[in-house]
């Protein structure tokens, strides 16, 4: 069955630096999203990206997080400038056209800022 | 806007138990409903989902779900279950309007003991 793979499983950076966080979706899906979960917390929703540009973000995702699909395959999340706070899981969906298709999510990205 | 609640955080039961996960939620419009399953250092796996038709839907594993508009509830059920159960499990709902943007409960943690 064909799966979201997201790199690397682990990221560790240190506060201010830039990281880059790199999905690839499902290969016929046109839905991208991403999401995070602090560890203890619950998943939230950080964006979605269609058609080549972003179609709904939430406060968290403020200016130093920005979203590209470089390419026909990979998806990914940039944080500018990392805070100690940007510490957390990070997970990469996708789904297929329809209203009712489900998200398809990766394991994740752990990123933990030091 | 929707939110999604589970009622409780733990849930820790004896194995060839039956359980029961509460999830409740709260929409304007009408929505569809998930279980995902997020198993150790794993990402998210979709149990099963309510999109229309029949109120009871089965899903992977053995686990199924009752979609209750009146109560806005959609606990999931599970009749005895295993050791291999022990894992984090995530109510999540989306409405029909937002482009599939999940919002998820906080997680019940169902630990089984042998």
């Known amino acids: 069955e064909p799966e979201v793979t997201q790199t690397p499983s682990h990221q560790v950076t240190q506060m201010g630096q830039e990281v880059i966080l790199r999905c690839v979706p499902i290969s016929n899906h046109l839905y991208f999203y991403w999401y995070r979960q602090i560890l203890g917390q619950k998943v939230e929703f950080l964006v979605s990206?269609?058609?080549?540009?972003?179609?709904?973000k939430s406060e968290i995702f403020d200016d130093q997080f920005s979203v590209e699909r470089p390419d026909g395959s990979n998806f990914t999340l940039k944080i500018r400038s990392t805070k100690l706070e940007d510490s957390a899981m990070y997970f990469c969906?996708?789904?297929?056209?329809?209203?009712?298709?489900?998200?398809?999510f990766g394991n994740g990205t752990r990123l933990t800022v030091t | 806007a929707q939110s999604v609640t589970q009622l409780d955080s733990q849930v820790p039961v004896f194995e060839e138990a039956p359980v029961e996960l509460r999830c409740n939620y709260s929409?304007?419009?009408?929505?569809?409903l998930f279980w995902y399953v997020q198993y150790p250092n794993q990402g998210l796996q979709l149990l099963l989902k309510?999109?229309?038709?029949?109120?009871l839907v089965k899903g992977i594993n053995g686990f199924e779900a009752e979609f209750n508009k009146s109560q806005t509830s959609f606990h999931l059920r599970k009749p005895s279950v295993h050791i291999s159960d022990t894992a984090e499990y995530f109510c999540?709902?989306?409405?029909?309007?937002?482009?599939?943007?999940?919002?998820f409960g906080q997680g019940t943690e169902l630990s089984v003991k042998p």
């Open positions: 999540a709902v989306s409405s029909y309007n937002q482009g599939g943007k999940l919002i």
């Open positions: 929409s304007s419009v009408s929505v569809y």
């Open positions: 990206f269609y058609n080549n540009e972003i179609s709904e």
């Open positions: 309510y999109l229309s038709g029949s109120t």
């Open positions: 969906a996708s789904r297929g056209d329809g209203r009712n298709s489900p998200l398809h």
